[in-house]
């Protein structure tokens, strides 16, 4: 019988830069951390560069702090311009859960804007310094939602907190399909996987939104505890894709029923997530809005 996947199948990853954003809580500090531990240069992209100097303290190892608002498409076209050299992988891991609807500075619907668009453009303007591997963090969420390109900001559409969520992670699911696509037929020595952590009992509604009602934290948290990955579990899917020879474009879950709390393993996707046609709509639509695309 074999053992579950560990971290230890990082191996050692000294003289690797991966990039994780998001990186100051949850998910994303875990990842962090793991690749660290195991060697990697790990470039902590950032919106509170103060926290972020504060996390790389307690992670240890080799990083460094650089200023990212996935929020704000000017501070996205400032990013790769604020360090040198290349990446071997870039982590597309923050994101957010809004309790209101607004609107980011370039006049996005936030959940979209920060979960999809910010990294959609992260992604095309970095590409040409990213070696190996691109790994987007989407969710099985994207299973139960639905994309309206006639109103993709939902501006006449009735808005609500986790439907918008749903539909920010298909959008992050199908951008996958058509860029794991683009990557083939272009012959790139870079792959991209996507993946899911689960339910993470950590803070992203917490984060997402100061005005979080106290009841409803208090029940997340509580029902967490039991039913949710811890975030060391919900990074291990994002580190899988690292360390393991999976096929280009995969989608990593987790290993158990509900896809709530278990062990990384290549996982299922909505056949709505698997639309090659509505994909390129999609990839069509966030390269108009953010003005960028792919340079392969």
């Not at 990082?10 to 809580?25: I, P, Q, S």
């Not at 917490?206 to 039991?226: L, Y």
């Not at 039913?227 to 020879?245: H, K, Q, R, V």
Request: net charge neutral; hydrophobic share 45%.
């Amino acid at each position: 019988m074999t053992s579950q996947w560990s971290p230890t199948r990082l191996g050692n990853l000294t003289g690797k830069r991966v990039v994780v954003t998001g990186a100051t809580n949850g998910v994303g500090l875990a990842t962090a951390g793991a690749l660290a531990r195991a060697g990697a240069h790990v470039i902590l992209a950032v919106r509170n560069v103060e926290l972020g100097a504060q996390r790389a303290a307690e992670i240890g190892g080799d990083t460094s702090v650089v200023k990212l608002d996935l929020a704000d498409q000017s501070s996205v076209r400032a990013f790769p311009n604020l360090f040198d050299g290349d990446v071997d992988v870039l982590v597309n891991n923050a994101g957010l859960v809004a309790q209101n609807r607004s609107e980011t500075v370039d006049g996005f619907e936030m959940t979209l804007g920060t979960n999809f668009l910010g990294p959609f453009a992260l992604t095309n303007l970095l590409f040409p310094r990213v070696r190996s591997l691109i790994v987007n963090v989407a969710s099985d969420a994207h299973k139960s939602a639905k994309i309206d390109l006639d109103d993709p900001h939902l501006r006449t559409t009735k808005w609500s907190a986790f439907p918008a969520y749903g539909r920010s992670k298909l959008a992050m699911m199908l951008w996958g399909l058509e860029l794991d696509r683009r990557l083939r037929a272009a012959g790139s020595p870079v792959t991209s996987q996507l993946t899911h952590p689960g339910w993470v009992a950590s803070n992203l509604s917490n984060v997402s939104d100061k005005r979080v009602m106290s009841a409803f934290h208090t029940v997340v948290k509580t029902a967490a505890h039991v039913l949710a990955n811890d975030t060391d579990a919900g990074a291990a899917p994002t580190l899988y894709c690292i360390s393991e020879p999976i096929p280009p474009g995969s989608y990593v879950g987790i290993d158990s029923r509900l896809g709530l709390k278990g062990a990384p393993t290549l996982s299922g996707r909505s056949a709505g997530a698997c639309d090659y046609d509505v994909a390129a709509q999609v990839v069509a639509f966030a390269e108009k809005e953010t003005g960028t695309t792919i340079p392969v």
